[in-house]
């Protein structure tokens, strides 16, 4: 059976400070995987999809990138964390063809301070 | 973009009782999914809908897709503390030759005994 594990639960950092948070997928190969952020008010924002190795689409401009090293790992990143990249992250992935449900992690609280 | 309205945003019933949601797209809806999240943790898939007119139901849960309307309804029928959470609609649309999932901002629903 797939699972999909998502670390740390929880961080607290400090502004300006590195930022690197890890998604894993078991149980599947060549999945969708996505980068969700959800902060109060404004629902479940979608940041990052990748349809494979070294594939990555951008939804939205901000401090945040992502990388693909493997099939199965995807890594949200920031270089200098703001204030405002405070939220609750989550990791997703879903089969790459067809209209299928998505999977989610349990997510990754992150605030920043 | 697809932006996808639900409503009410927040909503409070007491246990027993019955309840709708809403989720109204900007564009044409081929299919639509249906997502429950406890506070702090990642989105449970409910249930997925793919043709205009479908209904589907798990346990006290229905929902129904409305095509020419661009909408779908998730019903709950007495309802019950369980029922809590936020309900999230969502709809994968292709972009960048992959699907890639949007949601709306969601419902809160609190039930109380």
């Known amino acids: 059976s797939q699972t999909i594990h998502q670390w740390p639960a929880t961080l607290v950092q400090p502004v300006g400070s590195p930022l690197s948070l890890e998604c894993t997928v078991e149980?599947?190969?060549?999945?969708?995987l996505y980068w969700y952020r959800q902060a109060a008010g404004r629902g479940l924002q979608l940041l990052f999809y990748s349809v494979g190795i070294g594939q990555i689409s951008s939804e939205v401009p901000q401090n945040l990138s992502a990388s693909r090293p493997q099939d199965r790992q995807f890594i949200l990143s920031s270089k200098k964390l703001l204030l405002s990249d405070s939220g609750f992250y989550l990791c997703a992935w879903s089969v790459i063809q067809g209209y299928t449900e998505a999977f989610f992690g349990q997510g990754t609280r992150l605030t920043v301070v | 973009s697809q932006e996808l309205e639900q409503s009410p945003q927040s909503l409070i019933v007491q246990e027993g009782k019955n309840l709708t949601i809403n989720c109204t797209s900007s564009?044409?809806?081929?299919?639509l999914y249906w997502y429950k999240q406890k506070y702090g943790e990642g989105l449970i898939f409910l249930m997925m809908?793919?043709?205009?007119?479908e209904e589907k139901s798990h346990e006290k849960i229905t929902a129904k897709l409305d095509e020419k309307k661009q909408q779908s309804s998730l019903h709950i029928t007495a309802s019950q503390p369980s029922h809590a959470g936020i309900y999230l609609c969502?709809?994968?649309?292709?972009?960048?030759?992959?699907?890639?999932?949007?949601f709306g901002k969601g419902t809160k629903l609190t039930v109380n005994p």
């Open positions: 149980g599947t190969s060549n999945p969708n």
């Open positions: 969502g709809d994968s649309h292709v972009g960048g030759g992959s699907e890639k999932l949007v």
């Open positions: 809908l793919q043709k205009g007119g």
């Open positions: 564009k044409t809806l081929y299919g």
